[in-house]
């Protein structure tokens, strides 16, 4: 039974290299909005209430006020509370996403950095070294540029584990050193991290006392700042350390403490019920948008029976409209032909019957009433006179009043 929860709880060692690193990663601009986010989801990971993370962190996504740069920070979040879950399918996915949000903000050199980072420690997790070691040394090279200090540290943790599989321990010691140095000054709850990296380096070396010592070091660490999952992590080191070197009592004693708090953690059990909360979460953001799709939908018939019915109007206003124009046009014509037809007439020996001298014409009317019969129209005449049409129109029914057409006046 043991061995069973052992197998399914906790994968093999080196699985626990950046189990923390959830509450070790800071941003130098860091929203307030997601100061507030990681100190929950910190907490509620502490206390292993890993479906209150994921939903807390899920519905700050979902969120339409929230930034591309929060969300960022967001995925990055999720990843993290995966990761202490050894779910690594998801770190990868929430990195992913979390790349895609930060490259629509203005921290564009920030986010590549620090997700590159985040992916060298998923390969490291996963053993993956050689692709681990090509994205550690771009960043090394590009010296830990937009980095914050802690990440920074677990950077260096990780070439200091790669020189001591090569079995180049004081390099390894110099790196592990470098990594404890940052630490203590910014993450110090973080340092059994780095701890069981160099007691696994000291049983190697056989160097059993400085082992022991650090070990104890490294465990009155996780009572002082209550992480349990440091403490599994400790006993396993131990553990496989003291059956390695034939010390099986000691071995047989780490082992069923991490057992007995295995069984605490169960990160299988809780992984199982954040798979169903996600679907959950899922579900309800889909019948969410099903129902703002139907809103939107009514609205928009709404819209477009709103714009048919103004379209009927402004036709149902040209048509008047043109109407008039035409009656106007039409007036115009008929105005035009009474003048021409009354200012044409000629007596007996040729004169014009109609003398307009006789009548009390403005010299802008009787210009009108020479263009009039020169079969010049309205527009032609505004143009010529530098006048409006509509001045025209007035001009002529004036004139037409004037002459008194209608009772066909002549020349004498």
């Known amino acids: 039974m043991k061995k069973t929860i052992t197998k399914m709880i906790l994968p093999k060692i080196y699985y626990c290299l950046f189990l923390f690193l959830s509450i070790s990663f800071r941003v130098f601009a860091q929203p307030e909005s997601i100061k507030r986010l990681e100190k929950e989801v910190v907490a509620n990971n502490d206390n292993s209430k890993y479906v209150e993370s994921i939903v807390l962190i899920s519905k700050f996504i979902d969120n339409p006020s929230t930034t591309p740069y929060e969300r960022y920070h967001a995925y990055l979040l999720k990843s993290y509370t995966y990761k202490r879950l050894y779910d690594y399918t998801h770190v990868e996915q929430n990195l992913n996403f979390a790349l895609k949000e930060g490259l629509n903000s203005e921290h564009k050199n920030e986010v590549m950095s620090n997700i590159r980072a ?22 090394k090279k590009d010296n830990y540029a937009y980095l914050p200090p802690t990440t920074k540290a677990w950077v260096i943790m990780q070439e200091g584990y790669i020189y001591m599989l090569h079995k180049n321990y004081s390099e390894a010691e110099k790196m592990y050193d470098g990594a404890i140095a940052i630490l203590e000054k910014e993450e110090p709850s973080n340092l059994p991290n780095v701890y069981g990296k160099k007691i696994e380096m000291y049983h190697i070396m056989k160097l059993y006392d400085k082992r022991d010592e650090l070990f104890e070091k490294a465990l009155a660490n996780t009572k002082k700042y209550h992480k349990i999952k440091y403490e599994i992590y400790l006993y396993e080191v131990l553990a496989k350390a003291c059956k390695k070197s034939g010390d099986y009592d000691r071995a047989m ?12 953690y169960d990160s299988n059990n809780n992984l199982g019920k954040i798979g169903i909360v996600e679907n959950k979460l899922e579900i309800e953001k889909r019948i969410l948008n099903e129902k703002e799709h139907k809103k939107y939908g009514r609205i928009l018939y709404v819209v477009i029976f709103s714009l048919a019915a103004l379209l009927l109007l402004l036709y149902m206003l040209y048509k008047a409209n043109k109407a008039k124009r035409k009656a106007a046009e039409n007036e115009n014509k008929k ?16 004169n014009s019957t109609l003398d ?26 505004a143009a010529q006179l530098y006048i409006s049409e509509n001045t025209v129109k007035y001009h002529l029914k004036i004139i037409y009043t004037q002459l008194n057409i209608n009772h066909r006046s002549f020349i004498k």
């Open 356 to 381: 307009i001298s006789q009548y009390n014409l403005t010299e802008r009317q009787i210009e009108i009433i020479e263009l009039v019969k020169k079969g010049k129209s309205n527009k032609e005449i």
């Open 253 to 264: 004693q780490a082992q069923k403490k991490f057992d007995s708090l295995g069984e605490y």
């Open 118 to 139: 985040e992916k060298s420690f998923a390969y490291f997790d996963t053993h993956q070294y050689e692709k681990a070691l090509l994205v550690m040394n771009g960043l």
């Open 335 to 350: 105005i035009y032909s009474e003048i021409e037809k009354y200012t044409k007439q000629l007596d007996e020996k040729g």
